[in-house]
């Protein structure tokens, strides 16, 4: 028996690296299709930031501008540089920082303060029609959601389908994807 069962040990090791090695991480969903907030991505490739950018039809309710840091899964990252395409089960994290100045010894500039919101592109054929789904995990006030239902289409993907430079995705801001997309590293 022990004899049978050894080299079956040795597949499902090998199948389990190999998930490690091609999975995408962060890409997972409740049996409710709600997507289920990724802990490690900021460990994950650095896609770009941005200061201060407000979209068209938003207001900046305090005025006060924000650092937008984008994520991006490393699977879909090296799908992306080699392919030029990104693959389902890509997943962007978008995350946005206060910006703070003049604190001890700073004399000018600013840097990220506080994480006040957190947000998911996530590329998924099978289960959205428009292949895109966005989510919020912001609750303001409160902690950030540990899960979240995709936002209507209107809310989010028509903005991403209209202007953002690559299949849904703002590649334009960000010079990681910019610079890698097809070309293998
Ligand atoms: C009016 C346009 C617009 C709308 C509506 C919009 N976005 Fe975006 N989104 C942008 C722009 C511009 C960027 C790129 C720059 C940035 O914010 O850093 C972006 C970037 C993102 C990113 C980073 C990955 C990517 O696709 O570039 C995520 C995640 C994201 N938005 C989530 C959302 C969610 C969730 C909603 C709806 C609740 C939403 N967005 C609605 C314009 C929009």
Redesign the pocket.
Same mark, same amino acid.
Not at 24 to 47: D, K, M
Not at 141 to 153: C, M, R
């Given at each position: 028996m022990a004899r049978r069962l050894f080299p079956l040990l040795i597949l499902a090791a090998i199948a389990g690296m190999a998930y490690a090695q091609s999975g995408f991480q962060g890409f997972r969903f409740t049996s409710e299709n709600e997507f289920i907030r990724p802990q490690e991505y900021r460990r994950w490739i650095f896609a770009g930031?941005?200061l201060g $950018?407000v979209?068209?039809?938003?207001e900046q309710a305090d005025g006060a501008e924000r650092f937008?840091n984008?994520y991006i899964n490393p699977a879909a990252y090296d799908a992306y540089a080699k392919t030029g395409e990104f693959p389902a089960g890509t997943v962007?994290? $978008?995350e946005i920082m206060t910006a703070r100045e003049k604190t001890s010894i700073l004399n000018g500039g600013r840097y990220e303060d506080q994480l006040v919101g957190l947000?998911?592109?996530v590329k998924a054929p099978d289960r959205f029609k428009e292949k895109w789904a966005?989510?919020?995990f912001t609750d303001p006030g409160k902690p950030f959601l540990e899960k979240a239902a995709a936002?209507k289409p209107e809310?989010?993907w028509?903005?991403?389908k209209q202007?953002?430079a690559d299949d849904?995705?703002?590649?334009q801001?960000?010079p990681t994807l910019r610079d890698a997309r097809g070309k293998g590293n």
């Amino acid at each position: 028996m022990a004899r049978r069962l050894f080299p079956l040990l040795i597949l499902a090791a090998i199948a389990g690296m190999a998930y490690a090695q091609s999975g995408f991480q962060g890409f997972r969903f409740t049996s409710e299709n709600e997507f289920i907030r990724p802990q490690e991505y900021r460990r994950w490739i650095f896609a770009g930031s941005s200061l201060g $950018l407000v979209y068209e039809g938003e207001e900046q309710a305090d005025g006060a501008e924000r650092f937008h840091n984008v994520y991006i899964n490393p699977a879909a990252y090296d799908a992306y540089a080699k392919t030029g395409e990104f693959p389902a089960g890509t997943v962007l994290m $978008l995350e946005i920082m206060t910006a703070r100045e003049k604190t001890s010894i700073l004399n000018g500039g600013r840097y990220e303060d506080q994480l006040v919101g957190l947000a998911a592109a996530v590329k998924a054929p099978d289960r959205f029609k428009e292949k895109w789904a966005y989510f919020s995990f912001t609750d303001p006030g409160k902690p950030f959601l540990e899960k979240a239902a995709a936002n209507k289409p209107e809310e989010c993907w028509t903005c991403h389908k209209q202007h953002g430079a690559d299949d849904n995705v703002f590649v334009q801001f960000y010079p990681t994807l910019r610079d890698a997309r097809g070309k293998g590293n």
